[in-house]
């Protein structure tokens, strides 16, 4: 007789990190590769859900969910976003849970942690467009805002550019300048810090490599301290004057339909009509597959902007499944020993 026993893996974040799944060069080439998969129709990609709960925080939970047809896994990204956390409770601002289904029978075969993998994503995602828009001899990057996403960043900033040299940082407070040093110096130990102290200007003016991952809604990056040749990552809301979007060069995003429903700084432009379609230079998929050039001189100015396509984060969660089983970390869960109906102390339990 057919076992109807249904049982899937559990993986916390630390049996995920146990087992090496923090390896940001792996996750920059999966981030690649399924950007080519995407362009290839191999992702079913369906809308996500949005629950918001607090207009003006915008705390919500989104469900997200994509399926990677030729691995034939189906998976969800449960998401909480609730942006006060940090400042007022001492708490991460991002929470994440996956689960993954097979889809052959249809039964789960992962609930894992999603924090990780939704971190790295966004640090991966900016570094792949880096590869392609970012001066090769890039040695300076600067940051406005020193928070997880801030930190993926410069881990995956210095994967695919190896000679950076010097990192300056800046946040609301200095505590969280000097942790963000604490906890990255030990990691790169090639690379100098510089606590700006609050200073914006002194963190980006003249950096090769600029990024803003911050939860402020502000013009707070200036268009003047922007030098010919730099490459902007741009990760969070309204974070700079419009002028640094009209003096770049190109502007490359991950997904441009979508940049034009949000919020953030070329969202604001194009409702504004400030920006057209035309503006547009490339979506990242089409700098990976070749079918756009990527930076074409030392002097372009470049503007990347990505808000989030969550089918990366299935794909990042499944190499991990991967690796983290390989590895054998985590836990075996039952889901059902049997069918509802076949308990045999079935008439004990149906309560009517
Ligand atoms: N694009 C994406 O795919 C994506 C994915 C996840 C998160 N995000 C966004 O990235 C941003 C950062 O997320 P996080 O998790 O790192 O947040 P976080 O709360 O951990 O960090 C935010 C940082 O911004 C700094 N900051 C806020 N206002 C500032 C100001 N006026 N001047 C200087 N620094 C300021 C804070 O000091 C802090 O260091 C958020 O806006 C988040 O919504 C984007």
Redesign the pocket.
């Known amino acids: 007789m057919t076992s109807h026993e249904v049982d899937f893996n559990y993986f916390s974040q630390e049996h995920l990190l146990n087992a090496g799944c923090f390896d940001m060069r792996l996750i920059v080439e999966v981030v690649e590769q399924t950007l080519l998969d995407f362009e290839q129709g191999s992702i079913m990609f369906p809308e996500k859900i949005v629950q918001i709960f607090n207009q003006r925080t ?1 705390e919500r939970i989104n469900c997200l969910p994509a399926t990677m047809l030729d691995e034939k896994i189906c998976g969800m990204k449960w998401v909480s ?1 609730f ?1 006060d ?3 007022k409770y001492d708490l ?3 929470s994440a849970i996956f689960v993954l289904s097979e889809i052959e029978h249809g039964f789960p075969v992962a609930v894992m942690d999603g924090t990780l993998a ?2 790295m ?2 640090g991966a ?1 900016g570094a792949v467009a880096a590869k392609h828009l970012a001066k090769k001899d890039a040695e300076i990057i600067g940051f ?9 960043h410069l881990l995956a900033m210095k994967v695919v550019r190896p000679g950076l040299k010097v990192c300056r940082v ?4 200095s505590e ?2 000097q942790e ?1 040093i604490d906890q990255l110096a030990p990691i790169l130990p090639d690379m100098e810090f510089i606590a700006a102290k ?1 200073n ?1 200007k002194m963190a980006m003016e003249g950096a090769d490599i600029l990024v803003t ?4 809604q ?1 013009p ?1 990056l200036k268009a003047e301290w922007v030098k010919p040749g730099a490459f902007y990552s ?4 309204w ?1 700079d004057e419009y002028e640094v979007v009209s003096q770049s060069d190109k502007i490359v995003c ?1 997904d441009w339909k979508t940049v034009t429903h949000r919020t ?1 700084t070329l969202s604001r432009m194009y409702k504004d009509g400030l920006l057209s379609d035309h503006d547009l230079h490339a979506d990242l998929h089409e700098l990976v597959s070749g079918d756009k050039p990527g930076r074409e001189s030392d002097e372009e100015r470049i503007y990347f ?5 969550s089918f990366l984060d299935i794909a990042i969660a499944l190499t991990m499944y991967k690796r983290a089983k390989e590895a054998g970390v985590g836990q075996s869960l039952e889901l059902q020993h049997e069918m509802i109906f076949e308990h045999a102390d079935i008439v004990n339990k149906v309560h009517l």
């Open positions: 915008q976003v942006p956390n940090p400042h991460q601002n991002l939704s971190n994503r966004v995602v406005i805002g020193a928070g997880e996403q801030a930190k993926m800046s946040a609301l407070t969280e300048e963000f609050g914006v991952a911050t939860s402020a502000a707070l741009h990760v969070g809301g974070e991950d953030q902007n990505a808000v989030g396509l």
